[in-house]
């Protein structure tokens, strides 16, 4: 069975009033026990105190009785009669209201219960004078009239609790519509519709849900923006290598000597590496973008990152005969994603020595301020205009120098991840080449 929020809210409810209704009877029976006990012992006092007036008021009660001990009836007809006994200061009996009747005695003033071949009498007994006035009443009588109170009560109660519940129930219908109107609007729109729902007329107690479910719609729209570009980008940037490859292998297969077919193997290899470095780039700015992962920031030696990066690198800056290496290094800890870190260290020098002409000098520094850690990469390549400062962090732009081997991701890769980190780029021009520095805040 599904869980119902209105069918447990129902149940509940239902058991709730149902147990308050059992506690409400009990206490109206124990209420109604007491006032009608409290109110047939003042009647039977009331009866016995009527009897004592009358022997105070006569000197010789003898007269009052003319010496009969048989008063008007036989037996007690209806359990609502009292029983009245007269006694002698001797004990012996001058009045009985009903001689046939099977009435035990009792020698306790005032108020008692006395049992007599199963059944219970109440008594309230008082001296006159000398002779002692007895009055009782059935217990049966009691017990009954109480159980047809509370009964009386608990029935007129009962007729109450499905209109109770029916109450309940509508309640918890109106009160889910919200909910309701809620689950109807998400079933109808269509999976492209990503818009945030309203919160206006929202109930307090469903709004955060609404809240939770717009932030997870934002970060699904989000997610999904991002792989669309990220389709839209490797479609467009990939289909000139893929062309570029198709006629390079049409190049191999129609070569008519040894040595064109070399030459077309060696372009064919050049642009299969190009091609890997380009779907190397794509894959390491989709992991990147912004809430694409759970990113886990702890400390990171960066001057150890550096070096890293720059022995990494020693073979392509040997390739061109470039001077690679740290001027200042100073001891420096950030908060960071090691391998995204690793990326943006490792595309700023990859840049600078792609840009730098052969026997160059390309230098790395990690300098320790009060507040912050500038990690800064010398180049004495072209640098680059101006104008271009802002555009060369452009995904696949490439400006005036496109005959060097790239792709174009890489400045927007480090733009990315320096962004993510709370870090500043400054581009300065040298004479010659490029400054190009990070600045970590601490």
Known sequence: ??????????????????????????????????????????????????????????????????????GAGAAIEGEEEFYVRVLANNGSTLYVSHPNANVPSTNTLGLSTQKYQNKQWRFFAINVNQETIQVAQSLRLRKNTIKETAISLMASQLLFIPVLVLLIFFAIRKALTPLTALTSDVQSRQSSNLSPFSV??????????????????????????????????????????????????????????????????????AGIVRSEQLVSQLLTLARIEPNHQIRQLKP???????????????????????????????????????????????????????????????????????????????????????????????????GDNKDINGSGLGLSIVKEIATQHSADIELTNLNPGLSFRVKFFN
């Open 1 to 70: 069975m599904n869980y119902s929020i209105k069918r447990f809210l129902l149940i509940y409810i239902t058991i709730a009033v149902t147990v308050i209704y059992a506690l409400i009877s009990l206490a109206a029976y124990w209420v109604s026990n007491e006032e009608l006990n409290e109110l047939y012992d003042a009647n039977l006092k009331q009866v016995a105190n009527a009897i004592a007036a009358q022997h105070l008021a006569i000197q010789d009660i003898t007269h009052l009785y003319n010496n009969n001990q048989v």
């Open 200 to 269: 206006e007329k929202i109930p307090s107690e469903i709004k955060p849900l609404v809240l939770s479910l717009n932030t997870f719609m934002d970060k699904v729209s989000d997610t999904i923006s991002l792989l669309k570009r990220f389709t839209s980008d490797a479609a467009h940037e990939l289909r000139t290598p893929i062309t570029a490859l198709k006629l390079q292998l049409t190049l191999v297969e129609k070569a008519n000597s040894n040595e064109e077919r070399v030459s077309a193997i060696q372009n064919l290899k």
């Open 300 to 398: 990171l030696n960066l001057l150890a990152l550096v070096k890293e990066s720059i022995q990494d690198l020693l073979p392509l800056a040997h390739e061109k005969s470039i001077d690679l290496g740290i001027t200042i290094g100073e001891e420096a800890e950030i908060m960071g994603v090691q391998h995204e870190i690793k990326v943006l260290i490792n595309n700023i020098l990859d840049n600078a020595i792609r840009y730098t002409p052969n026997d160059g000098k390309v230098d790395a520094s990690l300098i320790l301020n009060s507040n912050h850690i500038i990690f800064e990469v010398r180049d004495t390549g072209p640098g680059i205009r101006n104008d271009d400062f802002e555009r060369v962090f452009e995904r696949f732009y490439r």
